[in-house]
């Protein structure tokens, strides 16, 4: 490592430039004092994730990543793009940090091919949507969020006292997890003091993890016949997409509630929608969406029995700071020859060996 070693830090209004910073002085001990940092800013959560046909969920000028980098042996970011653009202006590259569970606003197949690795920060927001899940469960079955949202406009809403509209107790109820990975496992902690008796599907995690958790293990039909309350985990792949459709929630238990602080691929919402307006399930708790926002009139925003909230379940001020302080410890490691932590392309290591 040269005597200063030029990062290039692309913050937000979430995980701010000085996070990065901090993290790295952390980690780099005496050489963390000599940084040469170039930082810049993109205005996210404030103005949405766009897409195109080389990355997704990012925000910023491919072209103006690009300048910041042009000398930079380290990029680290949260949201903003890193495209082959960027990896064509920056031969002195040597690692990009992406502080996100899965890097998709880097072009990872470009770094790779130079030999870059990019490390990333995976269940860097597991704990706050662990927290926020059963947030909305609450909200939700018991009614909360429309009781608070009439009370504002000045509207006391005492008929949700009636037998026919409150909610049940979570205590001696049964819920789904749909997805049994990193963020489900951590929820079951969680919900066990509720007294809910709690049941899962995952084929490709093992029956044993089932069985050390005390979590019945079920296949997706039986579990969304008895769950009251079937709340997905899923990780989004060709596989999983829309896995939540019609004939899913046609065999949700009638009554039932629906839980998506995952990802909003994962679910039909126009099924999701036909089946809470004919009364089928009971409500849903919403904070993923297949358009962010979702459009002005969308059908689903106008039901009686929807919490839904702007994709919030994983920001708290802790992740935020985890993060940077995932990557950064990789950058470290990294750089005194060490394994790394997380990285999303081994094979970029593979290459340089």
Known sequence: MSNQLRVAIIGDNFVGSDL??????????????????????????DTPLAANDEVKEFLGDPAGVARLAQD????????????????????????????????????VAAATARGIPVVNAPARNSQA?????????????????????????????????????????????????????AIAQSLVAYLRPFGLHIIAYDPFVPAARFVEMDVEQVE?????????????????????????GAAEFAQMKPGAYFINTARGPLVDYDALYEALRSGHLAGAGIDCFPEEPPPAGWPLLS?????????????????????????????????????????????ALAARS
């Open 129 to 181: 949507v662990v927290e926020f899940t059963v947030g909305l469960i609450l909200a939700e079955c018991r009614g909360i969020a429309r009781a608070h949202a009439a009370l504002s406009q000045g509207v006391w809403m005492g008929d949700l006292y009636r037998f026919d509209r409150t909610g049940r107790e979570l205590r001696g109820q049964t819920i789904g997890l749909v997805g049994f990975g």
């Open 303 to 347: 039901l009686p029995n929807v919490t839904v909230t702007p994709h919030i379940a994983g920001s708290s001020k802790n992740s935020a700071e985890r993060g940077p302080d995932q990557v950064a410890r990789d950058v470290a490691n990294f750089f005194a020859g060490r394994p790394l932590e997380f990285c999303a392309n081994a094979a």
């Open 20 to 45: 990065f910073v901090e993290a790295l002085r952390r980690y780099l001990g005496p050489a963390g004092e000599a940084l040469h940092v170039n930082a810049m800013s993109v205005p996210w959560p």
């Open 72 to 107: 930079a042996e380290v990029l680290l970011t949260h949201v903003a793009p890193v495209t082959q653009q960027v990896f064509d202006a920056a031969p002195a590259l040597r690692i990009v940090g992406c502080c996100r569970g899965g890097p998709v606003n880097v072009n």
């Open 220 to 244: 997706l039909p039986a579990l969304l016949g008895r769950a009251d309350i079937v709340s997905i985990h899923a990780r989004v792949t060709p596989q999983t997409a829309g896995m939540m």
